[in-house]
C-alpha cells in the first residue's frame, strides 16, 4: 500500500510540471477571403433556398398597375413627373393614417430628389417597381413646423435648384431665383401658423442638409414606410400617368 | 486480492515508463500544438443570394451557398473552427421585407455559425420583431452592454459565452453600439445602452482571470473607426483602451480593410482588429496556433497578416 502512495505522489508531481508547461499562442495569422464564384455552391443550402426566393419573386413580379410612359427623375426643372408621383402618393396614402391618429392634416409632403433610385418605366408596374424606386426602408414622418421653418425650408428648396418631389405646396420663382409666390393647398402661407409636414425619417434627420426639421413642435411616426406607401399607391390606380405641372416652376 | 496486486504492478510499470521517458522527451502527456480558426462575417444585411453578374462593383460576388462551401471546407481541415457574426444581420433585400428574418436565421444555423452579436439594423422590425425570430436560430446571442433586462429579449442574450476547442477556452463577448439617434425608441424600447469600455474592461477581467480563457475575442457592432469623430467609441479606440483582448470582429461601418489591422492595447501589446466589408462578400478568417514550446513563447505572439 505504501508503494501505492508514492505511485500516486508521482503522478500528481508529473501532473503539476506539466500544467506549467501550458500551450502558449505563439503565432495568429489572419486574411480575408473573398466570396467569388470560383467557390462551389452548396447544393443543400440552395435547395433550402429556392422556395423562399421563388415565392418573393412571383410575388415581387406580379404585375398591379401599367406605366403608361417612362418617367425619369432627370425630366423636369424643378418637378418631375416621377417625383409627383410619389410625393402625391405619400399625401393620398399617409393623410388618412395622419388624420385618424391625430385628427390634423397633413399640410405638405417633401422627399428627396436622390431618394428616387430608378425611373418609373412604361408598362407593366409590380412591387419590384416600388423597390427599383425606393430601395431604402425609410418611413414617414410628419414634422409639426412653424411659418419660420417653413420660410427655411422654402428657402432651401429655391437654393438646392433641383426638383425635390413635393406635394400640396406651390411655388414659382423669378429668373433671380426670387419668390413670386408660395402657396401651401392653394393658400397664402400665414404667418405664426403650425404646419404639418410629410417626409422620410431620413431627411428629417438631417439627410440631404434638411436642417430646418429640428427643432420642432412635434414629430408624429407613422410607422409606414414610404415604399409600401407607393406600393398601396400602385394597387389603388389601374395606369399611372404623373405630369410635370406647375407646383414649382421658374418665370423668366 | 491477486487482482489488486496485478493493478499496483501494472501501475508501477507505466509510471516507470514515465519516469524512464522523462529525461529524453519532457512529457509524454504535454498537450499536444494545436491551431484555433475563427471565421466572421458582419453586415451581410439579408444578401443570400450572389449578386447578379450586371451588379458594377460586386458582381458575382458573395452568397450563402457558396460561402457554406467555403466554411466547409475550412472545418473540414481544422475542426477547431468557430463561426461568428458581428451583427446588422437584417435588411437589405426582400427577404427580411418577405420574411423578418427567419430565412437568414435559418440559413445561419445551417452554416453552423456559433454565435452572433447584434447590430442595430437588427431592430428594423423592432425589438419583438428580432425576438419572434429567435426559434430560427440555433446559435448563441452574445451582448454584454445591452441591458435587456426590461424587455423581451430578457434572458435571451448572453453577454459572453466560453467555447473549448482542443483543450483551448476561447472566451467571445459581444457589443452593440449605441443606439438613440440611429433607431427610432419605439423600435428598441427599454434596450439600455452600457459604456462599451467599461464593459470590455469587466469582460476581460472575468473570461481571463475568473474564467482562465486563453483566447478572448470581442465580436463588436461599434464601427471600425470614425475619422470625423475619432473621440467616438469604435474598435479602433477600444483596442487602445483595454488589455486582454485578443481579436475584435468588427461591423457596423461597412469596412473593407485590405487585411486585418494590428493595434497596440493599453499594455502595448499588439493584437487584432478585423471587419470585411458588408454583404457576405468577404469571410474573415484568423488563425491562433498555439504550442508547448517555451523558447518561442519568451519571444511573443508574431502576428502575420
Given at each position: 500500500m505504501r508503494f501505492t502512495h508514492f505511485f500516486i505522489l508521482l503522478y500528481v508531481l508529473i501532473f503539476l510540471n506539466c500544467k506549467q508547461d501550458k500551450l502558449q499562442l505563439s503565432k495568429i495569422k489572419g486574411t480575408q477571403i473573398q466570396i467569388t464564384d470560383s467557390l462551389a455552391i452548396d447544393s443543400n443550402i440552395e435547395a433550402f433556398i429556392k422556395p423562399f426566393r421563388d415565392n418573393i419573386q412571383k410575388d415581387l413580379d406580379s404585375i398591379i398597375a401599367y406605366s403608361l410612359s417612362t418617367y425619369s427623375k432627370n425630366d423636369g426643372n424643378f418637378n418631375t413627373a416621377v417625383g409627383n408621383f410619389m410625393a402625391d402618393a405619400v399625401y393620398s396614402e399617409a393623410n388618412p393614417i395622419f388624420k385618424s391618429r391625430t385628427g390634423k392634416e397633413i399640410d405638405l409632403v417633401l422627399l428627396n430628389?436622390?431618394?428616387?433610385?430608378?425611373p418609373l418605366n412604361k408598362g407593366g408596374v409590380s412591387k419590384r417597381t416600388a423597390f427599383q424606386l425606393m430601395p431604402f426602408e425609410n418611413s414617414i414622418v410628419v414634422v409639426a413646423l412653424k411659418t419660420n421653418q417653413i420660410d427655411s425650408l422654402i428657402h432651401y428648396l429655391i437654393r438646392a435648384k433641383r426638383a425635390h418631389p413635393i406635394s400640396k405646396l406651390n411655388l414659382s420663382i423669378d429668373k433671380n431665383f426670387n419668390i413670386i409666390e408660395a402657396k401651401i393647398k392653394g393658400k397664402t402661407i400665414k404667418q405664426n401658423k403650425t404646419y404639418y409636414v410629410a417626409t422620410s425619417d431620413y431627411l428629417y434627420n438631417g439627410?440631404?442638409?434638411?436642417?430646418?426639421?429640428?427643432?420642432?413642435d412635434s414629430i408624429y411616426r407613422l410607422n409606414y414606410k414610404i415604399r409600401n406607401a407607393i406600393i398601396d399607391k400602385f394597387n389603388k390606380l389601374d395606369t399611372i400617368k404623373p405630369n410635370i405641372d406647375d407646383r414649382f416652376i421658374q418665370i423668366k | 486480492m491477486k487482482r489488486r496486486h496485478f493493478i499496483q504492478k501494472a501501475s508501477a510499470g507505466t509510471a516507470l515508463a514515465t519516469i524512464g521517458s522523462l529525461g529524453l522527451q519532457?512529457?509524454?502527456n504535454l498537450p499536444k500544438d494545436t491551431k484555433i480558426t475563427i471565421l466572421h462575417t458582419n453586415d451581410v444585411h439579408s444578401h443570400i443570394d450572389t449578386f447578379g453578374?450586371?451588379?458594377?462593383?460586386?458582381?458575382n460576388k458573395g452568397g450563402i451557398a457558396r460561402r457554406a462551401s467555403l466554411v466547409e471546407s475550412i472545418k473540414k481541415e481544422n475542426p477547431n473552427t468557430l463561426l461568428l457574426d458581428a451583427g446588422d444581420i437584417f435588411q437589405g433585400t426582400p427577404y427580411f421585407n418577405y420574411y423578418g428574418g427567419e430565412l437568414e436565421f435559418k440559413l445561419m444555423s445551417k452554416l453552423k455559425y456559433d454565435a452572433a452579436t447584434i447590430g442595430n439594423h437588427d431592430f428594423d422590425n423592432s425589438i419583438d420583431g428580432l425576438y419572434a425570430q429567435l426559434?430560427?436560430?440555433k446559435f448563441q446571442f452574445i451582448t454584454a452592454n445591452y441591458d435587456f433586462s426590461n424587455t423581451i429579449m430578457d434572458t435571451h442574450t448572453k453577454p459572453y459565452k466560453i467555447f473549448k476547442k482542443d483543450g483551448i477556452k476561447i472566451g467571445v463577448f459581444g457589443l452593440g453600439i449605441k443606439l438613440d439617434g440611429l433607431v427610432a425608441p419605439n423600435m428598441f424600447k427599454e434596450t439600455k445602452y452600457l459604456n462599451p469600455v467599461e464593459i470590455s474592461q469587466d469582460m476581460s477581467r472575468i473570461l481571463k482571470?475568473?474564467?482562465?480563457?486563453?483566447l478572448i475575442i470581442c465580436l463588436s457592432h461599434l464601427g471600425y473607426y470614425y475619422k470625423n469623430n475619432p473621440n467616438k467609441i469604435s474598435d479602433l479606440t477600444l483596442a487602445k483602451a483595454t488589455k486582454d483582448i485578443d481579436l475584435i470582429i468588427g461591423g457596423h461601418t461597412h469596412t473593407f480593410l485590405p487585411k486585418p489591422t494590428v493595434v497596440k492595447n493599453i499594455e502595448n501589446k499588439n493584437m487584432l482588429v478585423n471587419q470585411v466589408g458588408c454583404y457576405g462578400i468577404n469571410l474573415g478568417r484568423i488563425d491562433f496556433y498555439f504550442d508547448s514550446n517555451k523558447g518561442k513563447s519568451a519571444n511573443g505572439t508574431s502576428i502575420i497578416v
Open positions: 430628389h436622390g431618394g428616387i433610385r430608378s439627410g440631404d442638409n434638411m436642417y430646418f426639421f429640428k427643432p420642432n | 519532457s512529457f509524454t453578374p450586371d451588379h458594377g462593383r460586386n458582381a426559434p430560427h436560430a482571470t475568473e474564467k482562465g480563457c486563453d
